[in-house]
């Protein structure tokens, strides 16, 4: 299994600012995974990044407003850019694991972001 | 993407079995059923996979049904410290088809 860590575990931000989320991994993988959680809701997925490229966005998030960085195999930043009380979420990174033949996923902690 | 259909809440007791349905009608040849449990200021964990018939692991069982279009995910004994959130997901792992959607999940509540 893998063992993730985020950084800040949580922050309070002015709306208009941006704030940088860290992930590392304590082995190396392929593709790592930003999701969003809004109080009381699920899972949603931000984007995938891939060591090398462009990460890829899913529908309803942007570039500009989420840009993401994947500078290696262990590490990923996500940045929540001009934040807006709507940004308030939790925000957790996970990658890729299992055994031979079939794929799961292991989460992180999350980072919880109030934006007042 | 095969969508997921769960009950959005359960209560139990402690040392009572616990069975969550979760309904995928439209469930494809190469998806795998997996479900993964989120305790409140944590990420999910995933607890079990399966594609067919029954699966077992330490912490759970999975029952799949010929057909497939649904899985129940049995917690045996539960205990105070299975109260969470319980996320069924179908789609095809090689594809990471899987990794897009979660459904609303159960909430199971168990009080002593």
């Known amino acids: 299994s893998a063992v993730i860590s985020q950084k800040p575990s949580r922050d309070i931000c002015q709306r208009g600012t941006s704030l940088t989320i860290q992930c590392q991994v304590d082995?190396?993988?392929?593709?790592m995974f930003w999701y969003r959680q809004q109080p009381g809701q699920s899972l949603t997925l931000i984007a995938t990044?891939?060591?090398?490229?462009?990460?890829?966005?899913e529908s309803g998030f942007v570039i500009d407003k989420f840009p993401i960085s994947r500078p290696n195999l262990t590490f990923s930043t996500l940045t929540v850019s001009n934040m807006s009380p709507e940004d308030s979420s939790i925000y957790l990174c996970?990658?890729?694991?299992?055994?031979?033949?079939?794929?799961?996923?292991?989460f992180g902690p999350g980072t919880r972001l109030l934006v007042l | 993407l095969a969508k997921t259909t769960q009950p959005i809440s359960m209560d139990s007791y402690e040392g009572q079995e616990v069975n969550i349905t979760c309904s995928h009608n439209?469930?494809?040849?190469?998806?795998?059923i997996t479900w993964y449990q989120q305790f409140p200021s944590q990420g999910p964990r995933f607890i079990i996979q399966?594609?067919?018939t029954k699966v077992t692991n330490e912490v759970a069982s999975l029952f799949i049904p010929a057909d497939r279009k649904s899985s129940t995910l049995s917690l045996p004994r539960v205990s105070l410290s299975d109260t969470a959130v319980y996320y069924c997901?179908?789609?095809?792992?090689?594809?990471?088809?899987?990794?897009?959607?979660f459904g609303a999940g159960t909430r199971l509540f168990v009080k002593a």
């Open positions: 996970s990658v890729e694991g299992g055994t031979s033949g079939a794929e799961t996923q292991y």
């Open positions: 082995s190396q993988v392929t593709m």
């Open positions: 990044a891939n060591q090398g490229s462009e990460a890829t966005y």
């Open positions: 439209n469930i494809a040849t190469n998806d795998y």
């Open positions: 399966g594609y067919k």
């Open positions: 997901l179908v789609g095809d792992p090689v594809t990471g088809g899987f990794k897009t959607i």
